[in-house]
């Protein structure tokens, strides 16, 4: 591990060994259930709790009942987006989003649009950002909820999602955001943002996988959506993960710690990568808002070349890098971000995304600018596409 170079951190990241440490109880002698009350249950009970108040902390939330443990973030879109849709299914049948948002957003629409529903979906500019004024245009008396992310995991763009919030809290209409790239690395401020319903997930800021949260604003509904045991405020359901749990509210505390600092030392290196790169290599495009972006995003296209082979090039330095191409069922579908904001299908497909984190070095940044041109430069030559 020690060798490599991981720059995938929008995927996922790394578990911080104090994280383990924190868990490690809840997996060997404190295994009891957290919904008993005998003496090692209610010690995990006690230590659910615990987290739950770090986790409201680090969104600022006024009370950690508002506070949901999920089994991921794509659990809290799903729930968010159809739970409030059975909640409030009397007002109407209209929904709004934005074209960039994570599949667990789309796929959740279209789920609902086969169901009846009619979407709205909103497209952005070419930074991939929608406006205030876009959602404030949408908005209709039979609009119950509007879904938008807070910072694309792809190119990394940050929407204005207090000004919206402000928008759906005048029209009265449920606002969900999609925190999860955002928690734990940059500000994410639920009173700030004026939302109903916050997504976030573990994974994402050096926490266990399998574990997330859905923040819900007192007094917004949310039908629920795993049925069985009285868990959760008998809103959902299935024996706590309390390991999980608690590893989550670890990162939360050590984010809340130490992102301010964090955030400042990863633009630094992020600029200095997307500098390095944009001298050093002709014929490329930096993807996504060039200064209201995640401290930690890089995302660029190459003409003439697969973004999947760059990928397995890197990986070859030992360096772990994305594509913004998803390859499902043996097509590549060129990634919906990429052509949201504009790309031609060819130039998506050239697509890289460094994502720094953590661990990340400036020593492991000079390496990436010294390793990247020559690759690039090679795949040009073996391109029937660039000439
Ligand atoms: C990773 C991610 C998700 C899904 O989270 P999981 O915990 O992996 O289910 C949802 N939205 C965004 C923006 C993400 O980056």
């Not at 591990?1 to 991981?6: G, H, N, V």
């Not at 999602?161 to 969900?176: D, L, T």
């Not at 639920?190 to 926490?207: Q, T, Y």
């Not at 400042?264 to 990568?273: E, T």
């Amino acid at each position: 591990m020690s060798d490599i170079i991981y720059m995938d951190n929008a995927a996922t990241t790394s578990l911080i060994p104090e994280v383990l440490e924190a868990m490690m109880p809840y997996l060997t002698d404190c295994f009891g259930s957290a919904s008993t009350i005998y003496s090692i249950g209610r010690q995990a009970m006690d230590a659910v709790d615990e987290a739950r108040e770090k986790v409201a902390d680090l969104i600022n939330a006024r009370d950690p009942e508002e506070v949901y443990f999920t089994s991921c973030g794509s659990e809290s879109d799903n729930w968010a987006i159809k739970g409030a849709c059975e909640a409030y299914l009397k007002k109407g049948k209209h929904i709004i989003t934005t074209a960039v948002e994570h599949h667990a957003v789309l796929d959740t629409f279209d789920y609902l649009k086969k169901r009846g529903w009619e979407i709205t979906v909103l497209p952005t500019d070419n930074f991939g950002r929608v406006s205030p004024a876009q959602v404030a245009e949408a908005i209709r008396p039979d609009t119950v909820l509007v879904s938008v992310m807070h910072a694309n995991n792809e190119i990394g763009t940050i929407m204005p999602v207090s000004e919206i919030g402000k928008v759906c809290a005048e029209k009265g209409v449920f606002f969900h955001v999609d925190a999860v790239q955002t928690a734990g690395h940059i500000k994410v401020d639920v009173r700030d943002i004026n939302c109903s319903a916050l997504s976030i997930s573990a994974h994402k800021f050096h926490g266990p996988k399998g574990v997330g949260a859905l923040y819900l604003k007192k007094g917004c509904i949310c039908r629920k959506f795993l049925h069985g045991g009285a868990q959760e405020k008998n809103l959902r359901a299935g024996t706590h993960n309390v390991a999980g749990i608690v590893g989550l509210g670890k990162a939360a505390e050590i984010a809340k710690n130490e992102y301010p600092a964090e955030e400042i030392r990863l633009s630094a290196l992020r600029d200095r990568l997307i500098k390095g790169i944009s001298a050093s290599i002709k014929e490329c495009r930096l993807n996504g808002d060039p200064a209201l972006r995640l401290p930690n995003n890089v995302n660029f296209i190459f003409k003439g070349i697969e973004g999947e082979s760059i990928i397995l090039f890197l990986d070859m330095k030992g360096i772990c890098a994305s594509s913004g191409s998803a390859c499902t069922s043996g097509s590549l579908d060129p990634s919906h971000v990429l052509l949201a904001i504009g790309l031609e299908h060819e130039q998506a497909h050239g697509s890289l995304r460094l994502t720094l984190g953590r661990e990340t070095t400036d020593e492991q940044i000079d390496t990436v600018l010294s390793e990247l041109p020559p690759i690039i430069e090679r795949l040009r030559q073996m391109s029937p596409l660039y000439n």
